[in-house]
């Protein structure tokens, strides 16, 4: 039977070695994987100041972003390529909250400056080049709506 | 209660139970918001909404623990706590500073990063303020006569979590490398360091309520802790699957993470033979219900949910989907919820001296939070699948597709509100009790 000694070394032993591999994972992850992409070189002035406003408005409290964040509003990690750089800096600068007549969900009215518009989109045209091992994935189906 | 200064526990309860009521108003503005009813947004805009849910649920819950630990401690330790003052001060400061948080948020000023959006200058706050508490904690456990595997495991919990905080506050600029360490946060809080806490609390409800020797309880708390580190580390792989992390962790984060339930499974077995292998019946019934009812519902909610949509090639359709709002309520209300109410249950007779042990206002709050939260998870669960085919097979635009789901959150709602009775009940039977008094003083 097992003894109150053989559990705790267990315990140790494994939260020890676990610990150890996640680590040097993280490191290789880190340093030799995600350092190393082409898209890594190409984090301009301008998608760092994206991403501070991506943040500092807590867009993820409504949206997602790698799929990370809420389910309130629509994935954005492809939303230039979905709905092209005019449309996206237009809700951008939205003096009135966007969606409102559509939906009845809003988005706050930011009524961001061409300047912070251009910012967000840099970022999302950044966030557009990162290899993320197929998502979001294509859906199978391209459906119609009926009239 | 043996000790006096485990009357502080009250004030930390109390204050828990408060934000968690708090909480429930904010999930329901979400609620009615998903069903296209978004008149607060002026004031109260879903994103604030939404930090302000899942920060008081973390907020509360670390009250709640901090609450446990300061009852489990002087008791475990045989020794008073090491500076009851220091106690009160750090409670205060850690209510203003949330409460500061809570309310910046309803001013756009925030770190927007899933579910630590506590700005930055108070996120040292949090920092200093966690070392108080830790410092107070570990003093008393050193000062005591006895150091318990039930007392060592729960502080290194406490300990681990405050260490693991601290990647979470470092700036990156690329979003991949910002979301990798968020999980060191986020994820080896929930599947790593807090089940430690929630296995202290357990084995130490389980110890009092059933009787059965400490040594058999706390040899089973080893090998639960173990399995916890022994899938829970490398599971943090299943939030690496998309977010341009290397596809070694698809198969590393899978396997880990689908053994992750394990850690759950063994958790429920523990609790239910125990509680049927003890001999003293431990007359508080509220306390064996929500022990009990905390270490099943964890399994279902963390182990069997979380399972559902862990592999990479599941994931990659459910991720980021409401089948995750499914999964994330009944897994903290099950594993963290439940045991801070369940020490809370057990604790207040205790501290107060009233022997609510077994009344229908307690049974009532029971089972109706039990089965309103379940409710709620389904009605996520169908929307989330619904969404998932809709948005994610059939290519239907986001939009479009939550039109059509609008009708489940009416769903969520009804059984938020017998969720919401539920927690009421407790609360009312909380207040009940009275305040802690020294006459409730035992020496068994
Ligand atoms: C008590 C323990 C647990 C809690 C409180 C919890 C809670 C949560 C929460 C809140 C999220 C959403 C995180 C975010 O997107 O920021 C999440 C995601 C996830 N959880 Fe858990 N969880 C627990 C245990 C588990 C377990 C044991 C598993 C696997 C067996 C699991 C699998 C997952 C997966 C795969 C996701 C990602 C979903 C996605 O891609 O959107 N969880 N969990
Ligand atoms: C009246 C009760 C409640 C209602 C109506 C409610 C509703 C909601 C809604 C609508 C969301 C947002 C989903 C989105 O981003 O679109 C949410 C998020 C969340 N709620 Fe609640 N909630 C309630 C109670 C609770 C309780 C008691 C807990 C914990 C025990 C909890 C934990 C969470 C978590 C962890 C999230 C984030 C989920 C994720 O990101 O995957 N909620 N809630
Ligand atoms: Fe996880």
Redesign the pocket.
């Known amino acids: 039977m097992l003894t109150k000694s053989q559990a705790k070394l267990f315990f140790l032993a494994g939260t020890i070695i676990f610990s150890v591999l996640f680590l040097g994972l993280s490191y290789d992850t880190h340093v030799n994987h995600v350092a190393n992409q082409p898209y890594e070189k190409t984090i301009t002035p301008a998608v760092i100041a994206g991403k501070h406003l991506w943040e500092g408005n807590n867009c993820m409290g409504c949206h997602t972003i790698f799929g990370e964040g809420?389910?309130?509003a629509p994935e954005l990690t492809k939303v230039i390529e979905r709905r092209g750089e005019g449309y996206v800096k237009g809700l951008l600068m939205s003096p009135t909250p966007w969606g409102e007549h559509t939906s009845g969900r809003k988005m706050v009215a930011y009524g961001f400056s061409e300047e912070d518009a251009q910012y967000l989109v840099e970022y999302f045209k950044w966030i557009g080049t990162v290899d993320l091992n197929g998502f979001p994935a294509k859906p199978k189906y391209k459906i119609e709506k009926n009239n | 209660m043996k000790f006096k200064t485990q009357k502080i526990a009250y004030w930390f309860f109390l204050s828990a139970l408060g934000l968690l009521a708090l909480?429930?108003i904010y999930?329901?503005i979400?609620?009615f918001a998903?069903m296209g009813m978004d008149g607060l947004h002026d004031f109260i805009p879903f994103n604030t909404a939404?930090a302000v849910?899942?920060n008081l649920?973390v907020f509360w819950l670390l009250l709640g623990f901090m609450g446990s630990a300061y009852y489990i401690i002087p008791e475990e330790s045989q020794n008073e706590l090491y500076s009851p003052k220091l106690a009160y001060i750090q409670l205060i400061s850690f209510l203003a500073v949330g409460v500061t948080a809570i309310i910046a948020y309803h001013f756009n000023w925030w770190e927007g990063r899933?579910f630590l959006e506590i700005p930055r200058p108070l996120d040292y706050l949090v920092v200093v303020n966690v070392l108080a508490f830790l410092f107070n904690i570990l003093m008393t456990l050193f000062k005591g006569k006895k150091q318990t595997t039930t007392a060592l495991v729960l502080t290194m919990g406490l300990l681990f979590a405050a260490l693991l905080y601290l990647p979470g506050m470092i700036w990156f600029d690329s979003q991949t490398l910002d979301s990798f360490y968020r999980w060191y946060v986020v994820h080896l809080w929930v599947e790593g360091v807090w089940e430690l806490i929630m296995g202290g609390i357990l084995a130490f409800l389980l110890i009092k309520i059933t009787g059965v020797d400490r040594e058999v309880i706390e040899k089973w708390l080893y090998v639960i802790v173990g399995l916890t580190f022994l899938s829970g580390i490398l599971g943090t792989g299943h939030h690496y699957y998309y977010i341009g992390a290397p596809s070694y962790w698809l198969w590393i984060g899978g396997i880990f993470s689908a053994l992750e339930p394990l850690a759950f499974l063994a958790m429920a077995l523990f609790a239910l033979n125990m509680y049927r292998k003890g001999e003293k019946k431990h007359p508080n019934k509220a306390a064996l219900n929500w022990t009990l009812g905390a270490a099943i519902t964890s399994f279902v909610g963390a182990g069997l949910l979380g399972a559902a949509h862990t592999l990479p090639n599941v994931n990659l359709y459910t991720h980021g989907t409401?089948v995750?709002?499914m999964h994330?309520?009944m897994a903290?209300?099950g594993a963290y919820?439940m045991i801070v109410l369940a020490i809370i249950a057990y604790a207040m007779p205790n501290l107060t001296g009233r022997k609510l042990y077994d009344n229908n206002l307690s049974r009532y709050a029971f089972w109706l939070s039990n089965v309103g939260m379940l409710g709620?998870t389904v009605a996520f669960g169908v929307a989330g699948v619904a969404q998932v085919y809709m948005e994610r097979i059939l290519g239907v635009d986001f939009m479009e597709t939550q039109k059509e789901i609008e009708p489940h959150f009416l769903v969520?709602?009804l059984c938020?509100t017998g969720?919401?009775t539920g927690v009421t009940l407790y609360i009312i039977n909380f207040f009940n009790h009275g305040k802690p008094t020294d006459e409730a003083l035992v020496s068994e």
Do not use: D, E, N, S
């Open positions: 809420a389910y309130y | 909480q429930i999930g329901f979400m609620g998903h939404r849910h899942t649920l899933k409401l995750t709002a994330g309520h903290f209300w919820a709620m969520l709602i938020a969720f919401t």
